[in-house]
């Protein structure tokens, strides 16, 4: 995919829609099926193969499962990680689009404006469309607003007294259709490290195994990381087996498969940890309204995450 309007260094602005169709447009056709979300997941006794039972009442029969399907995951639940376990940041976060037909004035760079407890972070994607995100305290007010692009956009002009004219312009401006409100779901970083993440063939990936709040800009990263890494292991695991693998009955392949989804849980956990507890630290600072509190968050930050940028530096290898 191409960057056509000059970034610095660690930050890309990705649509979603565009990366989506970028995958699903190297899948061979037939691959993907729409309107059937996945209710649960469960292990064949007889054969041992995962079973998904789908909205639409069909059961599909599968080899390996590898649960992306979020924050809620239903996939997850067979790992212990229910829905109604996900915990609460006390912070919310507005995202949006801003189109200017003739163009902006912004510098290719993401731009953060702090004032009290709310934050404004801008990047452009190109010379015309800008992506911007408000982190604010969450009110009782947001549960009832989240459904209507128009009084999240009057909610957000509120809380913005005190910024630049031209940061409240971006608001009364934006896109009204791409405008969300999103409550911070997150699990406890340490979830993370005593999780086997393997039923047989199934597994889980991206936010579905780590659900963290935004605060450090990686969970979408980290979730292509887990994409390459589960589909190295995979691919060396099936390559370093394929005489056995062709030869032998389904009982091998599974062993392979499942060897290489415990590598895969192997390689991504402690990445996966730190990523979640730096932004769980950062989400927390922001929540915590006891200056005790603050100060020691800040104390553990700056002996364990010195270099913010820290996470841009990590390589994953190649696919
Ligand atoms: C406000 C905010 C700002 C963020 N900013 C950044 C950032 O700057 N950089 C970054 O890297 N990350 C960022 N993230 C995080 C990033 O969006 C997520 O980490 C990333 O989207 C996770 O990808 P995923 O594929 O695991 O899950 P998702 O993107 O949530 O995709 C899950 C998919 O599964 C589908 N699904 C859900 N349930 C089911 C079901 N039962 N059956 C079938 N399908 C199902 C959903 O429809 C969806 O298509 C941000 C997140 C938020 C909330």
């Given at each position: 995919m191409e960057f056509p309007f000059g970034v610095s260094q660690e930050f890309r602005c990705l649509k979603r829609t565009d990366l989506v169709k970028a995958m699903a447009d190297n899948l061979p056709t037939g691959t993907i099926r729409t309107n059937c979300q996945v209710l649960s997941v469960e292990i064949d006794p007889a054969t041992k193969f995962p079973r998904l039972m789908l909205s639409n009442g069909s059961v599909l029969e599968a080899k390996v499962v590898i649960g992306c399907d979020g924050v809620n995951s239903a996939i997850g639940s067979m790992f212990g990680?229910?829905?109604?376990t996900l915990s609460l940041f006390s912070t919310t976060v507005a995202r949006g689009f801003t189109n200017y037909s003739n163009g902006h004035q912004f510098a290719s760079e993401f731009v953060m404006m702090i004032k009290g407890q709310v934050q404004l972070g801008r990047i452009p994607l190109s010379d015309k469309l800008v992506y911007w995100f408000v982190t604010k305290p969450r009110t009782s007010q947001d549960s009832t607003i989240w459904k209507d692009p128009v009084l999240i956009r009057q909610s957000l002009i509120d809380s913005m007294k005190g910024f630049p004219e031209e940061a409240i312009d971006m608001m009364r401006n934006c896109k009204l259709s791409f405008l969300h409100l999103t409550e911070l779901k997150y699990r406890a970083p340490w979830e993370l490290l005593f999780n086997k993440f393997r039923k047989g063939t199934v597994t889980i990936a991206g936010d579905a195994m780590h659900a963290t709040g935004p605060f450090v800009a990686q969970g979408g990263s980290a979730s292509i990381e887990d994409a390459i890494v589960l589909a190295r292991c995979l691919a060396q695991k099936m390559q370093n087996n394929t005489k056995k693998v062709e030869d032998s009955e389904i009982n091998i392949a599974v062993a392979v498969a499942e060897e290489a989804i415990d590598q895969y849980v192997k390689e991504r956990k402690m990445r996966n940890f730190w990523l979640s507890f730096h932004s769980f630290l950062v989400g927390k600072k922001l929540d915590t309204k006891s200056s005790i509190v603050r100060f020691i968050i800040l104390a553990i930050m700056s002996v364990l995450f010195r270099d913010p940028d820290w996470h841009s530096r990590y390589h994953c290898g190649n696919l």
């Open positions: 990680l229910h829905k109604a």
